[in-house]
């Protein structure tokens, strides 16, 4: 008697647990549609098809975004920052109010040199906007600021948690679902804003 009681319980706590799992994860989601146009570009093709075969987990927080992929983004990158889509993020070139210090660096010359310091930390550069992700394939898109908004798209082919080759383009639009980037990389090829192979991801 004692024994199966404590079968029960044991069972109990696994049931319990695993459906406190599945709850947490990622709903998975049909990315795939009957419009039947692709881009030119074949490695824009394949991505996109993958994209397409299977229903993907689509992520709706940058917290949740792979650690695989951000190391990624962050070796090729100054450090990858990015906020979520409530938060603040740096839009523009100028961000927090500044203070000038002007310091002597050689007492024998008089030679100084003015430095600028934030009286508050900047925020990060980026700002989420999507991401998805199937078994070999993921698509995320950002924001960044300066002279003006820019809409990133990043789709990655992996293997093992391992990127094997990925492909980035700037959109010319307001881009907020899975959906709508792919289409649009679909059926508007000559807006992406053209960047070469060996361009950096901002």
Not at 22 to 46: G, H, K, N, Y
Not at 176 to 183: S, V
Not at 190 to 199: D, N, Q, T, V, Y
Request: hydrophobic share 40%; glycine share 4%.
């Amino acid at each position: 008697m004692k024994h199966s009681l404590l079968i029960l319980i044991a069972a109990s706590a696994c049931f319990f647990a695993c459906n406190s799992s599945s709850s947490d994860s990622p709903p998975l989601v049909d990315l795939s549609s009957t419009d039947t146009a692709l881009p030119q570009s074949p490695a824009l093709r394949e991505m996109i098809l993958a994209l397409e075969a299977a229903p993907v987990k689509e992520i709706d927080s940058a917290n949740h975004i792979p650690e695989f992929i951000l190391s990624y983004l962050d070796s090729i990158t100054e450090g990858f920052s990015i906020a979520e889509k409530d938060e603040d993020w740096q839009s523009t070139c100028v961000w927090g109010k500044t203070t000038m210090i002007t310091k002597t660096l050689d007492p024998q010359s008089g030679d100084t040199i003015t430095i600028t310091t934030y009286d508050t930390i900047p925020p990060p550069t980026r700002q989420f906007v999507c991401f998805a992700m199937g078994e070999h394939v993921a698509m995320l898109s950002y924001k960044t600021g300066g002279f003006g908004v820019m809409q990133h798209v990043i789709l990655f082919m992996f293997e093992d948690l391992r990127i094997i080759s990925v492909w980035h383009q700037g959109v010319e639009t307001d881009l907020t679902t899975n959906k709508e980037i792919l289409y649009f990389l679909k059926h508007n090829e000559e807006r992406i804003w053209s960047m070469s192979a060996g361009s950096s991801i901002l």
